[in-house]
């Protein structure tokens, strides 16, 4: 890379390094990540513009630094612009039957020390896994599964950082038949015995059907059936949703133009608030 280049590049206050990633999706990387979320959409904004196109989604992950500590890194993916008028969808202001918001950046995280779990995607916690169980086989060996589950759960194994899903087992016992999933796994410590390990999902979504709650599925398995969340309808097209323990926010929906936001000072089931867009893809099925 000569001189000029590598001065463009700071200029856009980004530093793209090489360093081995945990497990990361194949996507462009700023290590570390800029503080805060403002800071962060700006670099992903630049560095897609640097490659001559639009952030089409964005997500945090975990690296090994230079000297081996553990740092935040951003991942995201670009995609061709897309003029303002084509945001709108030809479905007009009709309300969908139901509508998925995709997430580039969705995992599950265990810490076996104090047994919580937590699943989230784009820096908001979905579930506070109460509805989840754990058993810890082996220091680098759990089975995970969802009340809800019926006839399978998840093996985690993070010294092979894999995961498993499993049936005809005893759920807590070893055996069944078993067939490795396309999730990767992180891990904080010792993969033999770590303090924390993260389930990072490919495909994640929550789907939001005309008259029940939402799901929030990766894998193919539902990880929540919404009994925790919120859902108003303020118009046909538009919606507000939270996850009860949401105090400061709330998540706004458009599903005529396809957008989403994340909304502060104001309140609930009611227009107004400060609105922050979100590059989560929402897609309405009518």
Same mark, same amino acid.
């Not at 999730?183 to 999902?201: H, M």
């Given at each position: ?6 001065? *463009? ?8 390094? =090489?360093?081995? #990633? ?24 630049? $560095? ?37 008028? $084509?945001?709108?969808?030809?479905? +007009? ?21 104090? +047994? =919580? #779990? ?21 220091? /680098? #060996? ?29 759920? +807590? ?19 033999? =015995? ?9 495909? *994640? ?15 193919? =398995? $539902? ?17 507000? #949703? ?18 989403? /936001? ?25």
């Amino acid at each position: 890379m000569n001189t000029t280049r590598r001065k *463009a590049l700071f200029g856009l206050v980004l530093f793209l390094v =090489s360093i081995p #990633l945990l497990a990361a999706p194949p996507q462009k990387n700023i290590c570390p990540a800029p503080g805060d979320e403002a800071a962060r959409r700006a670099a992903v904004e630049a $560095a897609c513009r640097h490659f001559g196109s639009a952030p089409k989604g964005w997500g945090m992950h975990s690296a090994f630094g230079p000297r081996g500590e553990i740092i935040d890194c951003l991942h995201f993916t670009c995609g061709a612009s897309r003029p303002a008028a $084509a945001t709108r969808s030809d479905a +007009g202001d009709r309300a969908p039957k139901r509508f998925m918001l995709r997430f580039s950046d969705a995992y599950l995280v265990h810490e076996p020390g104090r +047994g =919580s #779990l937590q699943i989230t995607a784009q820096g908001s916690v979905l579930s506070y896994g109460n509805d989840w169980q754990v058993r810890k086989l082996k220091p /680098y #060996l759990y089975h995970l599964r969802q009340d809800n589950w019926k006839g399978f759960y998840w093996k985690v194994n993070t010294s092979r950082k894999a995961v498993y899903k499993v049936k005809g087992g005893r759920f +807590g016992q070893l055996g069944g038949s078993e067939k490795r999933t396309g999730i990767n796994v992180d891990v904080v410590g010792n993969a033999e =015995s770590p303090t924390r390990f993260f389930l990072r999902f490919q495909d *994640a979504y929550l789907v939001q059907p005309a008259k029940a709650r939402p799901q929030v599925v990766a894998e193919g =398995s $539902a990880l929540s059936y919404g009994s925790d969340w919120q859902v108003k309808r303020l118009k046909p097209y538009l919606y507000h #949703l939270r996850q009860n323990n949401w105090q400061q926010f709330f998540w706004k929906v458009n599903t005529s133009r396809k957008e989403m /936001y994340r909304v502060t000072g104001g309140q609930f089931g009611r227009l107004g608030g400060r609105d922050e867009k979100l590059g989560i893809t929402v897609e309405p099925v009518y």
